[in-house]
């Protein structure tokens, strides 16, 4: 916008001058400045300076001069700044009403002043400056006087008080608010007055017309008249536009480009009220006609630039203006729909206009570049240019010729501007706007997320630089372009940026950047084949057509050059000795098209010092067979490296400083397009872990390396630009199975081992005893150094469950099987070694070092094992040791046994408490117990009652068992036994009887627990004493209220009689009211009370006697017994085996001697 | 009148010329005007006016949805110039940022003008799947692109329904290559 002057840019204010009183013109300044609209003054100090507002007296010319432009340059600024639309005259009281010789002056004044505004029909307001000081009166007939002389209205004189500052503000706005509705009244006048003149339709020329449109347009907008300007403006607009049909003037040059300049200044202001009026959209359709209209208007060819400068001048004016009207509008309306010229959402931003902007003056560039050598070729001196001028209208050029004093100006003729025209262009700088104006998009874009737009700009800046010779900001700039063309595969423009990339990078002086933009280029998918190269207007096309045949020239010469055949022709870029060039072609590279190494063991596994064939397949997308002098083949394990040399050619191998690198010769290493080469080599890796291809280095020509990484088959992604490709997809190896499933690395195993490790593990493990497995490494053919004895206890039902995670693992008795260490530990080595000795135990995992041991020796530990629950679990043993002594980790060997140990019980300990024979206390609580469930045994308070305990071997290990006691809680043993010596075989059981009196009536009453001694009984002496523990259960005590015992002697014999005593027994305080019955029994004759009702008093023994004679031999059963107590409602019957008696038939002999011996059958 | 015929004559052999030059003949025309204005000046003026026309200049592109360009062809009746053409790739490619925005905006395939650069127009098409039909042109005739764009979706989707077509590479049918000139001569 700076292009244009300032008064067209800004809206035009109103314009007052002051005379006279010059101490006052600062502050009525001030004050007018300050107004709404604001008011400029010109201040002109005393009378005699007024000339400068008269009338420019024409000469006889101006007639002549009227068509000979459209508006005058000067014109619009000479009525901002020169042409008041008000004058005032101030006037101090005294010089009003003083001496007559004042009032003379005042009214010469008044005169001169008079006669100047009248011909430029301007307004006059006086103004009487009445200070505090003066004392001179103001009668009405000086102000009469003043009026009458000056030919003024009343209200056009104002008394200007400067008493005290209220009456001075008064004044001010009084005089504010007369000059503004005198600076309307004048300005509506002369447009009213131009308008008639326009209306009048008697107009010599169509100019006249314009620049009275334009007058009036410029007098609305003095009056703020928006709408009557902006309609003034376009119809001038229009009228200038149909004038380009219609007339012709000469010289015909200079006449468009006048009208241009006049078009492009009123288009100016009708988009700047259109858009501080905030209507976006009729501006840029407004824009748009104004483009549409005037883009054609080429001119003539020799200045066809100009055309160009102005049309790039309205975009970038118009995207300014866009750009500050949207900065305070802020929001862009959207698009209207429907219509069918609807503008695009793009058409709102002015980076759009920017970028065209650029695009014409980028077009101006290149024309005035072909103007400028035309005129070269001329050659004329340019001296007489310098006389030429802007004329007094705006679009014109006038020379002006000296002759002695008098300048007079001439037109000049379309030669003579011509040639002014282009040593103006000599001087511009376009370079520098392009850029400007492009990366001002550029930034514009890359804010809006459009990438792609910004890339555009991005491309068409770094054109800029590149014609300009600044190659390092170009080549940054395609760098990042270049990427997204290859991200979205748009592979025509990725061909011209790389065209561009790869001269910036010769111009640069770098061949890499050269080499690998050439080798892109050239393996590119572009396969067009109209090979013809239509003629190009835009010389700094680099890159050529994209054809197959630029792309194999393209080749020819990159491989000339990194062979060092190229002639001296190819300026700076060296391939030599010295500067080699090595590239390096990673998995993401844009490269990998020009050459692809894809590398595949046909084995995953395989043995050391086996030899195992491995495919190197190469692939290259270049149009021409490229021809390889040597590959080298670089592994993970140096020593696999090998070279393949070209058997075609005679050279040596480039060898390195490895003098055994294994050499391969293959009879040729020629990559054709799209055709892998498939090389298939053994390898032989003496060295365990695993093996891997790293790279694979072609080498072509002795100074030019390039570096491949090496892709597996199974996992290579495919070219990514090639991908959607029509073209014979192959797979990298001919086995289908390997080029799918085929790693560049193997795993290359260990060899065997030579050292025996042994588990020596007997039997099961029982519970609670300390396990001990000896672990034997015997050295078979291998030295062992360094080794590590990894122990790891491994459930075998897998969880490891042997550390419960949420129990803290602090607490040993939550492991179910705990390695408790190892014995046995360097016993017959010495000590001085011990520092590097590692020893780790922990509850499941041990990790034990093991000591040097040569060919032929063995070592032997004990691992300790603790089982305390019955468990089946896995121990896994492995060694790792390494045979060389070297420390290097990959080359360990390792030997793995495992071995699932059950841990079981050793013994079943049951138990049973019984009260005495025939004796039966009435038991409350099982009685009321509910039957659901199993009540914990209840014992008679004070009553002897028996615990038996029963251990059983449950298994196959002979068992010596040493004591069995029974601990009270307060660890006071309550019953020791000790049954040393006796061994319990499998399924033996040991019994032992323990008598129980409680003592203490009192529930879940703990009962002890019991232990057990035992070991293993073996022949080996000094077996660990293993103490296995069991807890007794709790038994509740009760006391009964009624106990029933039965008493009858042992045996009888047919036909004795014996007596059967039955005793009721009452432990309470009350009387026990027994309700009871004997049954009859076939096998005795019984005498006594069948069924009767008793009554036991308290704290007493109630007998029943019977007496009974069996009558059949054998095991009867005692007459039955059942006895009621109504007061707890318990009924008590006899057991059967309590009951139950043996009848002798007669007297056995055992009683027969005992009989000798006491002469008598005791009765009971 | 004599002279009057030979400088028609001369003129007519500059147009020639500069057609020859050009390669394309519509890229300049010439615009002579012989006008008596001024007594000053007694030869006629002549005005001749370069003017890029490119109208009946197209290019076609479809772009699969992973952005990449699956067929491109310039349509129309003008011979093939490289540098025009790659400066309409470039157009086109940036015209996929508006694409990209305004295909969300609307249910409707068919774009219309979404772009303008200088007097040409770019219009999309994005189908179903993604992938965008886009046509770079400067005729205004909006139903024509309509119908030639529903006329290669078409064909489109014929080439989709080869089996042993991949989806979303290169085109490389000739028979959908002459179709779509064939259209582009009906329709634009």
């Known amino acids: 916008m700076e292009v244009y002057p300032e008064e067209l840019r800004t809206p035009p204010v109103a314009l007052a001058a002051l005379v006279g009183c010059p101490e006052l013109h600062a502050d009525v300044t001030k004050h007018l400045h300050s107004e709404q609209p604001p008011i400029n003054t010109l201040a002109l100090p005393d009378f005699s300076k007024i000339a400068v507002i008269a009338k420019a007296q024409k000469g006889d010319s101006s007639s002549s001069d009227q068509s000979s432009g459209i508006l005058k340059r000067d014109w619009l600024q000479k009525h901002r700044t020169h042409i008041p639309a008000v004058v005032a005259a101030f006037f101090t009281s005294d010089q009003v009403s003083g001496d007559p010789t004042q009032w003379l002056q005042v009214c010469t004044d008044l005169d001169s002043l008079k006669a100047v505004l009248r011909e430029r029909n301007i307004k006059l307001v006086i103004v009487v400056v009445v200070s505090s000081t003066s004392n001179a009166d103001l009668s009405e007939d000086h102000m009469t006087a003043l009026k009458k002389r000056a030919e003024i209205d009343s209200k056009h004189i104002i008394i200007f008080a400067l008493n005290n500052n209220l009456e001075m503000k008064e004044s001010l706005n009084r005089l504010g608010s007369i000059f503004a509705e005198l600076a309307n009244t004048y300005y509506r006048d002369e447009g009213r007055k131009v308008k008639t003149r326009l209306e009048r339709k008697s107009l010599s020329s169509v100019e006249l017309s314009i620049r009275y449109c334009f007058k009036v347009a410029v007098y609305a907008e003095f009056r703020r008249d928006w709408p009557e300007a902006l309609r003034m403006y376009e119809d001038a607009y229009q009228t200038l536009r149909e004038m380009i049909g219609t007339t012709t003037k000469s010289p015909a040059i200079q006449w468009l480009i006048e009208i241009k300049t006049v078009a492009e200044q009123l288009h100016f202001k009708v988009s700047t009220l259109l858009l501080h009026g905030g209507k976006l959209t009729e501006a840029i359709t407004w824009f748009r006609q104004h483009h549409a209209s005037y883009k054609k208007l080429v001119g003539a060819p020799e200045v066809s630039f100009l055309h160009w400068e102005w049309l790039s001048r309205q975009f970038l004016v118009f995207a300014e203006l866009l750009e500050t009207s949207l900065s305070y509008t802020q929001s862009i309306s959207s698009p209207v729909p429907g219509t069918k010229d609807r503008l695009t959402e793009l058409e709102y931003r002015s980076s759009y206009y920017y970028q065209l902007a650029a695009h014409y003056l980028k077009e101006k560039k290149s024309c005035s570049e072909i103007a400028l050598s035309m005129m070269e070729t001329t050659n004329k001196s340019d001296n007489d240019v310098d006389s030429i001028v802007p004329s007094i209208y705006i679009g014109q050029y006038a020379r002006v010729t000296e002759e002695g004093e008098t300048c007079s100006v001439k037109r000049v003729t379309d030669e003579d501007y011509v040639r002014y025209a282009l040593v103006e262009e000599k001087r511009s700088q376009d370079f520098s706007l392009i850029v400007v104006l492009l990366k001002r998009c550029f930034e514009a874009y890359n804010d809006l997320k459009a990438p792609r737009m910004a890339s555009y700009c991005g491309f068409e800046m770094a054109r800029e630089y590149a014609a300009t010779g600044e190659f390092q900001s170009a080549k940054e700039l395609l760098d990042s372009v270049a990427s997204l063309y290859r991200k979205e595969g748009w592979v025509i423009l990725l061909w011209d940026v790389l065209g561009y990339l790869r001269e910036c990078s010769m111009k640069l002086g770098s061949a890499k950047d050269f080499v690998e933009y050439s080798l892109e280029m050239a393996a590119l998918p572009v396969s067009s084949s109209s090979g013809v190269q239509p003629l190009s207007f835009n010389s700094c096309v680099f890159a050529g057509p994209p054809s197959l045949s630029q792309r194999e020239m393209i080749q020819k010469e990159v491989f000339k050059l990194v062979r060092g055949e190229s002639g001296e022709d190819n300026n700076c870029l060296k391939i030599t000795d010295t500067q080699p060039l090595h590239l390096v072609i990673d998995l993401v590279s844009p490269l990998r098209a020009v050459l692809l190494a894809s590398v595949a063991f046909h084995e995953q596994l395989v043995k050391p010092g086996a030899p195992t064939p491995m495919t190197i397949s190469l692939l290259s997308q270049l149009p021409l067979t490229m021809e390889i002098d040597q590959l080298d083949i670089q592994f993970n394990q140096v020593a696999c490296n090998f070279s393949v040399i070209n058997g075609q050619r005679s050279k040596h191998p480039i060898l390195e400083s490895h003098p055994n690198l294994r050499i391969e010769t293959a009879p040729s290493l020629t990559l054709s397009t799209n055709k892998w080469l498939r090389l298939t080599y053994d390898i032989t890796s003496e060295l365990g872990g695993k093996l891997e291809c790293v790279s694979i280095i072609a080498r072509n020509g002795p100074n030019f390396t390039i570096c491949c990484i090496a892709e597996s088959p199974a996992s290579m992604s495919e070219l990514p630009l090639w991908k959607f490709e029509d073209r014979v997809e192959s797979s990298p190896i001919k086995d289908p199975s390997v080029s799918f499933s085929g790693q560049k690395a193997i795993q290359v195993e260990e060899p065997d081992p030579l050292v025996d490790l042994k588990l020596g593990v007997s039997g099961p493990a029982l519970v609670g005893e300390r396990f001990i497995i000896p672990v034997t490494i015997s050295s078979k053919g291998h030295p062992v150094f360094s080794g590590e004895l990894k122990i790891n206890l491994v459930d075998v039902r897998g969880g490891g469950l042997f550390s419960p995670r949420d129990v803290e693992p602090s607490s040993m008795d939550n492991l179910h099987v705990e390695l408790l260490g190892v014995s046995g530990l360097f016993e017959n080595e010495d000590n001085n070694k011990s520092d590097d000795n590692i020893e780790k135990i922990q509850p499941t995992f041990g990790l034990i070092s093991v000591p040097v041991l040569k060919e032929g020796e063995s070592w032997t530990c004990k691992l300790e094992i603790r089982w305390r629950r019955p468990k089946p679990i896995m121990l896994y043993v492995s060694l790792g040791y390494s045979p060389l002594g070297s420390d290097n980790n990959n080359n360990k060997v390792h030997v793995h046994r495992n071995l699932e140990i059950e841990g079981k019980n050793p013994v079943l300990i049951s138990h049973r408490f019984m009260l005495p024979f025939r004796k039966d206390p009435l038991l409350l609580s099982t009685i009321k117990s509910n039957p659901d469930q199993i009540p914990p045994p209840t014992l008679p308070l004070n009553e002897t009652s028996i615990l038996v305990i029963t251990a059983k071997n449950v298994t196959e290990v002979p068992l010596r068992l040493l004591s069995m006691s029974i601990k009270r809680d307060d660890n006071e043993i309550k019953n020791d036994s000790n049954v040393s010596g006796f061994t319990l075989l499998q399924g033996d059981e040991f019994k032992k009887i323990f008598t129980v009196i409680p003592e203490h009536n009192q529930p879940k009453l703990k009962t002890g627990t019991l232990h057990l001694s035992w070991k293993r009984d073996a022949t080996t002496a000094g077996e660990e004493v293993v103490l296995t523990e069991h807890k007794l259960p709790e038994v509740d005590i009760e006391l009964p209220p009624i106990v029933v015992q039965l008493e009858c002697p042992p045996h009888a014999i047919l036909g004795n009689h014996f007596t059967y005593f039955i005793k009721i027994k009452n432990q309470t305080q009350l009387l026990q009211e027994i309700k009871y019955s004997l049954a009859d029994s076939q096998s005795f004759v019984l005498s006594g009370t069948h069924n009767d009702i008793l009554y036991v008093l308290p704290k007493s023994e109630h007998t029943l006697s019977y007496k009974l004679v069996p009558l059949v031999p054998g095991f009867q059963q005692l007459p039955r017994f059942t006895a009621t107590s109504l007061r707890y409602s318990a009924g008590f019957q006899s057991s059967n085996t309590a009951t139950s008696v043996f009848v002798f038939p007669s007297v056995p002999h055992f009683l027969k001697e005992k009989e000798g011996k006491l002469g008598l059958i005791e009765e009971h | ?188």
């Open chain 2, 1 to 188: 009148m004599k002279r009057r015929r030979f400088q028609k004559f001369v003129l007519r052999w500059i147009a020639h010329f500069l057609s020859l030059v050009s390669a394309k003949p519509t890229l300049f025309r010439i615009e002579i005007s012989r006008r008596r204005t001024d007594s000053r000046f007694p030869q006629q003026v002549l005005f001749i006016y370069f003017s890029f026309h490119m109208a009946s200049t197209a290019c076609f592109m479809i772009v699969s949805r992973n952005d990449i360009p699956i067929y491109e062809a310039e349509v129309g009746t003008a011979t093939k110039k490289e540098e025009a053409a790659h400066q309409h790739q470039f157009i086109l490619h940036a015209a996929l940022d508006i694409v990209q925005d305004l295909a969300w905006t609307t249910s409707a395939m068919y774009l219309k003008a979404i772009d303008r650069f200088n007097d040409l127009v770019v219009s999309a098409y994005v189908t179903a799947g993604h992938t965008r039909l886009m046509l770079l042109h400067d005729s205004r005739n909006d139903d024509g692109i309509k119908s030639f764009f529903q006329e290669v979706h078409e064909l489109y989707i014929k080439i989709l329904l080869n089996p042993l077509y991949l989806p979303g590479s290169r085109i490389t049918s000739s028979h959908f290559d002459t179709k779509v000139r064939a259209l582009a001569r009906k329709y634009l």
